[in-house]
């Protein structure tokens, strides 16, 4: 059960694009169903034997089809100040998020081989919630990359029955 004292959101300057819930709801849907294809691919790319490497593009093109069409600054940074409501954490001004998520993706492809695929999948989880890079989709595109991570570390897709997505 969800306490409503402990949920957090943050908030961004961003200009929302779909109005209305339910067009809202459904964006966010096909959205999420494009995003899912975007890390299979990179997956299978990896499963193929193509070596990984996290880079500050392919995050902005998760958070591209995470958001896309529901803010006007969909696959880019945020350009200003965030703030997460109900928590003491402040994320890094605007002027450091490139840098931050540069410095992310040197340790993961730094350290790919030496460290196992649930400490590499929870670094990028953690550190990009603590960057919080992103207007709008910042859980969602550190869900992803995680995954991404994850499964890459490994070698294949995890197995299992069809995701809420499909």
């Known amino acids: 059960m969800t306490d409503d004292n402990h949920v957090r959101h943050s908030r961004a300057a961003g200009a929302e694009i779909v109005q209305g819930d ?56 945020r350009p200003g100040p965030v703030d997460i409501e109900k928590s003491r954490h402040a994320p890094p001004g605007a002027h450091q998020v490139a840098e931050f998520v540069e410095e992310l993706c040197d340790y993961i492809n730094n350290n790919f081989k030496e460290k196992n695929a649930i400490h590499l999948a929870s670094m990028v989880m953690w550190r990009m919630n603590w960057i919080h890079p992103f207007t709008d989709g910042n859980g969602r595109t550190s869900r992803a990359t995680a995954y991404t991570i994850l499964c890459a570390r490994i070698g294949h897709l995890l197995p299992g029955a069809k995701t809420i997505p499909e």
């Open 22 to 77: 339910l067009k809202r709801a459904e964006r966010e849907a096909a959205n999420a169903l494009r995003q899912t294809e975007v890390v299979r691919q990179k997956i299978l790319e990896v499963a193929d034997g193509r070596q990984f490497r996290l880079r500050p593009s392919y995050i902005l093109q998760l958070n591209r089809e995470a958001i896309d069409g529901l803010d006007a600054y969909a696959g880019n940074f």
